[in-house]
Every structure is written in C-alpha cells, then in structure tokens.
C-alpha cells in the first residue's frame, strides 16, 4: 500500500521543484497544463547536463510535450491508485449480518472465502466455508478421492513420517488410474477423518487406531483394500487451536441448520468474540500497470507524429522548392538586389499567413517550413548576421540537397556577383519542376496504396450483400 504513496509523494516533490522553471517564450499552454510542461522542462534541463543539449527548435518542443503529458498520466493513474487503496485496500468489511446465504437446490455447492479476526489478537485467518445446498441426500453427502491401486501404501499416508504416527491430513483418492478405477472409503471407527482426510476428533495423547477399508471397483471387478494407521493428536500452536475449534463450530452449524436458507456464523470461539470481514481486494496494481502503459504508448505515438510532421516538411519543401527559385529569378530579373528578392518572397509568404490567421473561413493555418526558413533568414540580416552566413544557415536548416544548394549559390553571388545568378536560378527551376512531378507522383502512389485496405473492405462488404441472399436461399 505504501508504494503507490511513496511514489506520488515523488510525484508531488518533483512538481515543487520544477515550480519556478521558466517554459519557452513562444510556447502558450493552458493554466492547468503549465505544471505539468515544467516538469518536463525540468527534466529535460537537467537531462541535457549530462548528454546532448536538443538543438533543434522541434524537436525539442515535442520532447517537451511528450514529457508533460506523460507527466499527466503519472498524476492521474498515481492519483487514482492512491484513492482506490485508501478506499478499498484495506479490503476489510464487515458483515452487516453474520449469516451466509446457502445456495438453494440444483444451483450446486458454493464456496465462500471470508477473513476471521479474534477481537483482541492481530491475527488474520483465512476462512474457506464449502456452502452445500439447502437440502441433501444421504447419497449427496458421500465424497469419494483419487489414487492408483498400486501406490496406495505410499500415497495414503501423505506428508505423515508413516501410518504409525499420523498426525496431519490423509490421502483418501476416489479414482484410480485416470478414473478407470473407483475406490469406496471406510473408516472403523467412524468420524475420525474428514472427507478431505484431515482428523475431526480431538485424541488422546496415546492417539487412536484406525482401520480403513476401500472397495476398488473395476468395471465388474472387485478387490478390497485395509490399512490400519495409528492417528495422533495434532500439535497445535494457541493460534491453531482456536481455528480448530472455529472450524469445528462451522462444522456443528453447517449440520444443525442444513434445511435453512442461511448459515449463522459463530459469535464468539473459547471465550473471545469474532469479528468476520470479507477478503481484501485492490485493484490500485492494475491502475499503475495501466498507466505505466498509456505513458508508453503516448511517448511513441509522440514520436512517430514528429516522424510523420518531419516527412510532411520534407514533402512541403519539395514541391515549394520551384516555385521559390522561379520567384527570386524573376525579382532579380526585374533589378531588385539579391537581398530584397530574398526579403520580398519571405514577407509576401507572411503577408498570406497573416491573412489566413484573421480569415473567417479559414480553420487552420498550414505553415510553409521553406519559407519559414526564409523568414528566420530575414530575421537573422536584421539582428545583423551577414548576409552571406545567412543564405547558408537557410540552407543547412532546410536539411535537403536543393537547398543546401541554393544558399550555396546566394551565398556565392554575393561574392562573385549577381550576373548570370538570374539565369542559373530558372534553370535549377526547370530542373526541379521535374522533380517535383515525379514526387507528386511518389505521393500519388502512396496514397493509392493507403486506400488499398478500406477498398478491399468494401469489396468483402459488397460480395457479402449479393452472396447472403443467395446462401439464404438454399
């Protein structure tokens, strides 16, 4: 019990630290989500002190994002499994009527498992109550065990030293060789031995001689089989002895009342009064494993949702990457300086932004990474980065070869001139125009393949429409 509150003390102590930990500017969260992404970010600072610091702007707000929602699902299955342990840990009920409902006839023999607790001992003992139906049979009665013919001198005495000294629970088998032979118990004198095997009566100290004899029956054959075993009193701690009595009082009730609905429990064993409870039961370990698994599979599907966000750009970027070329080669084209084509396709991108954020219609902004690039470019040869480091910086961050060629060749311009940049940019623009047709294509096919599996459903739902009539007919 006490785990489940050690760790959300953990928990708890984990969220007075990060309490002061500022989050990233640009990053906006709801209030109730803000303790959870200082963790996060809490974790990741002190993370990025003994490994790699995460570079990349992203990439590290899906791993901040990552962490702060399994940060939630730790706070709420921890707090779950704290409620439900306190709640029901414990697991001890009492019987609001100390009586067992018997099963009425037909429904079979029912078991019930309780907890008894003497009133001033600490002890707890497991109680197993075999709940017969209402009224039985003589024949009903009768239980018969299991064991070979050929191994009854060795198995009859079970965990006893020998048949000369018996004082534990004796083996009383009612079937023989994988039930091909049946065996028929018979005790002289009568009453010593349970049906399970275990003594009832209270012996001596010499202890008491006991004869069984069992029928074994085989079909049409019969052999008859005699043991005698020398019965002795059971050595019995104060504990021991009190459940004995218990059990033997169950046994007296059981009898005195088998033609009533409900068995009365004993009130009181020796002179102590009991108290019955039920056994305990928690479910708080299933709520930790299942909380430790939806913390799992958040933290992949995180991770495959930046994957599929990274080929998403990569997509973007391929099919912007002639519409970029073909715009600065024309700007250039018309006498602007290299820096103000550059400048003029960023701002005009974030123009269109701009005006799709305060549209009406429009539900959601789809950002463009190429010119966002472009954007953060521009940024960089305001706060003074040169101009050419910056082309290049566009370029690296765009991660692809195209461009990381086209910072290269605005990077160079500057040094070598503008002349004939103007022409190798539409050139380079005409080439990746047939790039980008056959990525289109790529993605085409892609597609097409995605659609395969629901087709091949609606396939099987049609031919089960025209087919079931037809089978219906027959």
Not at 326 to 332: E, V, Y
């Amino acid at each position: 019990m006490w785990i489940y509150f050690i760790f959300a003390a953990g928990l708890g102590i984990l969220f007075m630290m990060a309490a002061g930990t500022e989050l990233p500017q640009d990053m906006e969260v709801k209030r109730w989500q803000k303790p959870f992404y200082q963790c996060g970010c809490f974790l990741i600072e002190h993370l990025e002190r003994v490994g790699k610091p995460i570079t990349e702007k992203q990439r590290y707000q899906l791993t901040l994002e990552k962490a702060a929602y399994v940060f939630m699902i730790l706070f709420v299955g921890l707090g779950c499994a704290v409620a439900i342990e306190a709640a029901y840990g414990s697991g001890q009920l009492l019987l609001e009527k100390t009586q067992l409902q018997r099963p009425d006839q037909g429904m079979g023999a029912q078991v019930q498992e309780l907890q008894v607790q003497v009133e001033d001992m600490t002890e707890v003992e497991d109680i197993r109550i075999d709940l017969k139906e209402r009224a039985y049979t003589e024949a009903e009665k009768r239980a018969l065990l299991e064991e070979a013919v050929s191994t009854l001198d060795t198995i009859v005495p079970g965990t006893n030293a020998s048949v000369d000294e018996v004082r534990g629970k004796v083996e009383l088998p009612t079937e023989l060789l994988e039930g091909r032979v049946k065996a028929a118990w018979f005790q002289e004198p009568m009453g010593l031995l349970d049906n399970e095997g275990n003594i009832t009566e209270e012996l001596k100290s010499e202890g008491e001689i006991l004869e069984l004899k069992a029928i074994l029956t085989c079909e049409d054959q019969e052999m008859e089989y005699r043991l005698a075993l020398h019965l002795m009193p059971k050595i019995r701690t104060p504990w021991e002895t009190l459940m004995h009595e218990l059990q033997g009082k169950l046994r007296e009730e059981q009898e005195k009342t088998a033609d009533q609905e409900k068995l009365p429990l004993p009130q009181e064993v020796d002179g102590h009064r009991l108290i019955w409870m039920t056994p305990a039961h928690s479910f708080a370990g299933i709520c930790v494993g299942v909380t430790i698994l939806a913390a799992a599979f958040l933290w992949i599907g995180k991770e495959q949702e930046y994957r599929n966000m990274k080929k998403q750009q990569r997509r973007q970027m391929i099919l912007d990457y002639p519409d970029i070329l073909f715009k600065l080669g024309m700007l250039l084209n018309a006498g602007l300086t290299m820096q103000s084509a550059f400048r003029k396709v960023a701002m005009e991108y974030r123009q269109r932004r701009e005006r799709q954020k305060t549209g009406k219609r429009s539900k959601k902004t789809i950002e463009r990474f190429a010119y966002e690039q472009m954007l953060t470019a521009c940024y960089e040869m305001q706060s003074g980065v040169p101009e050419s480091r910056a082309y290049e910086n566009f370029g690296h961050r765009c991660g692809t070869a195209g461009y990381i060629k086209l910072g290269t060749l605005l990077s160079g311009g500057l040094q070598k001139g503008s002349e004939g940049l103007t022409k190798i940019l539409l050139e380079e623009a005409m080439l990746s125009m047939e790039e980008r047709r056959q990525a289109a294509k790529q993605f085409g096919e892609e597609a097409g393949t995605k659609l395969l599996l629901p087709m091949t459903g609606m396939l099987l739902v049609v031919l089960a429409v025209l087919m079931m009539p037809a089978m219906m007919a027959f």
